[in-house]
């Protein structure tokens, strides 16, 4: 983990910072980031109806923003995605979220509207507390309510008029494809799932990346977490983390892929926890104390793709997760690619594997 030891010169306020980077993995996909959206709109009312995705619009789809609200009352909003070219009747359909940090306006709608081309109804939705979904505080995760919100857009999806809500599969990217089996292990509506890219968030935080934290550097950070709920409570709302973007020089090579994508013209959106944002101090905390991944065995007999890059730094999430999963199940392995490639390259990203195998289990 590319974090060095504070020197004894160190204030306190850095070494809090400092353990906390060697926690959460000091460059998670997700946490990266600069200022608080101190202006941002937060209702999913207040959607912008401008096309500002990172990625051209189809003339192959029929597009729609959307809200619909999950279990706990959040708004969540929602870009949906139809087949232009549709037939009368009811068609299989697919939400798909992540990655963890990012909103719908760029991997996930990407996945979304290229999958409508292929002729399913699909919902890319911004999670709760991130994006134009609502929830207070802004930019806060939780494992339990994001997994929540893929079930919430499955709830959406089963009452559309064009899906048939029996052959409903759910994609989950980066961070929300662990997010993403753990909803499917518990939610028996949906018929198949994929894992792209995954990270299991719940064990990056509580164990860093590799497991390299010791339990005495976790239970470090849990104390400084939990200290910062008093500075939180007294000051009325949540202290931010630090950037985790700014290239000094010197940096893991997934540091610069993140940067690469977020902090660049070929990804940054400006509502985007990690372009240019950051999570509250204390996000970390309800993930280090939940393995999301623990009843992933239970999608079983229903199908599960996992794909990953061969080059990712975060392989190891997918091959431990395709351990532990029951039959059926599919580890898809990309030569040459890393974690970020599987974000946005149309000719790395595997569609034609994604579109055999939904259409095989969300057969009519």
């Known amino acids: 983990?590319?974090?060095?030891?504070?020197?004894?010169?160190?204030?306190?306020?850095?070494?809090?910072?400092?353990?906390?980077?060697?926690?959460?993995?000091?460059?998670?996909?997700?946490?990266?980031?600069?200022?608080?959206?101190?202006?941002?709109?937060?209702?999913?009312?207040?959607?912008?109806?401008?096309?500002?995705?990172?990625?051209?619009?189809?003339?192959?789809?029929?597009?729609?923003?959307?809200?619909?609200k999950n279990r706990y009352g959040i708004t969540l909003s929602g870009d949906l995605y139809l087949p232009k070219d549709r037939v009368r009747g009811r068609l299989p359909a697919l939400t798909v979220g992540g990655p963890f940090g990012a909103v719908k306006e760029q991997s996930s709608g990407l996945y979304a509207q290229t999958m409508a081309e292929r002729g399913f109804v699909t919902l890319a939705f911004d999670p709760s507390y991130t994006g134009?979904?609502?929830?207070?505080?802004?930019?806060?995760?939780?494992?339990d309510i994001n997994t929540e919100d893929f079930s919430a857009a499955v709830d959406y999806l089963g009452l559309h008029a064009s899906v048939d809500r029996e052959r409903i599969g759910v994609i989950g990217i980066c961070g929300w494809g662990g997010m993403a089996l753990s909803a499917v292990a518990a939610d028996k509506r949906v018929k198949a799932v994929v894992a792209s890219t995954m990270y299991d968030m719940t064990r990056v935080m509580s164990k860093g990346y590799n497991d390299s934290v010791t339990l005495e550097q976790r239970t470090q950070a849990l104390e400084q977490m939990?200290?910062?709920?008093?500075?939180?409570?007294?000051?009325?709302?949540?202290?931010?983390?630090?950037?985790?973007?700014?290239?000094?020089?010197?940096?893991?090579?997934?540091?610069?892929?993140?940067?690469?994508?977020?902090?660049?013209?070929?990804?940054?959106?400006?509502r985007a926890v990690n372009s240019g944002n950051s999570w509250t101090q204390t996000t970390p905390l309800s993930f280090m104390n939940m393995p999301i991944l623990t009843y992933i065995a239970e999608i079983s007999p229903r199908p599960v793709l996992f794909i990953h890059g061969e080059k990712a730094h975060s392989r190891y999430f997918s091959e431990t997760a395709f351990a532990a999963a029951a039959e059926p199940k599919e580890l898809v392995i990309i030569p040459g690619a890393n974690h970020t490639d599987l974000y946005d390259k149309l000719d790395v990203i595997p569609f034609d594997k994604l579109t055999s195998f939904f259409n095989q289990h969300l057969a009519a």
């Open 132 to 143: 134009e979904s609502g929830g207070e505080p802004r930019n806060v995760a939780s494992p």
């Open 226 to 270: 939990s200290r910062q709920r008093w500075a939180d409570a007294e000051n009325g709302a949540p202290a931010y983390q630090p950037p985790f973007n700014e290239l000094k020089g010197g940096e893991a090579q997934f540091l610069v892929d993140y940067h690469d994508y977020y902090m660049t013209p070929r990804g940054y959106h400006a």
């Open 1 to 68: 983990m590319p974090v060095n030891s504070p020197d004894a010169k160190t204030s306190a306020r850095a070494v809090h910072r400092r353990e906390l980077l060697k926690l959460t993995g000091a460059g998670v996909a997700a946490l990266s980031a600069v200022s608080i959206f101190n202006h941002l709109e937060v209702k999913a009312q207040n959607m912008s109806n401008e096309w500002d995705k990172v990625f051209p619009l189809s003339d192959k789809i029929d597009h729609e923003k959307i809200t619909f």
